[in-house]
Structures are given as structure tokens and as C-alpha cells.
């Protein structure tokens, strides 16, 4: 690894400490503020748990948006 990709690991892996004290238990995130929960920021978020090794947490994000998923897409 050349010092790019280790300072892009940190920064990383600074960010999904922060997601993850946004995970709730039922998979969805909700906004620290004003604790809005909304469908597109949890599926970018487990995209990137799941890139950085985080499988159970990012499974936990995308089964919850399959519960949200409604009949007509």
C-alpha cells in the first residue's frame, strides 16, 4: 500500500465509525439532527460497510431496505 491508499483507509474507516453510531437496530440510519431516516443514504452506506469488511452491519442496512421496498418498485 503507497501512503495514498493508507490515508484514504483512515479516512475510511473514520467514516464508518461514524455511520455505524447512526445504525439503528432495525438496519435503517437515522440523521443525528433531525433524525429523519431516508431510504438512499442507508443504501449508500451499506455499499460501503460491505466494501470495508463490515458484512453484518451492511446486511442489517439491506434487509431493511427489502422490508421498505414497496409493490410497485
Not at 493508507?6 to 435503517?28: H, N, T
Request: with cysteine; charged share 20%; net charge negative.
Amino acid at each position: 500500500m503507497n501512503k495514498n491508499d493508507i490515508l484514504l483507509m483512515e479516512i475510511l474507516e473514520s467514516m464508518s465509525r461514524g455511520f455505524l453510531q447512526m445504525l439503528r437496530s432495525d438496519g435503517s440510519l437515522a440523521d443525528p439532527v433531525t433524525h429523519i431516516v431516508d431510504y438512499r443514504p442507508v443504501g449508500e452506506v451499506a455499499k460501503g460497510l460491505l466494501f470495508l469488511g463490515k458484512s453484518a452491519e451492511s446486511e442489517l442496512c439491506f434487509q431493511w431496505l427489502i422490508q421498505q421496498q414497496k409493490a410497485n418498485g
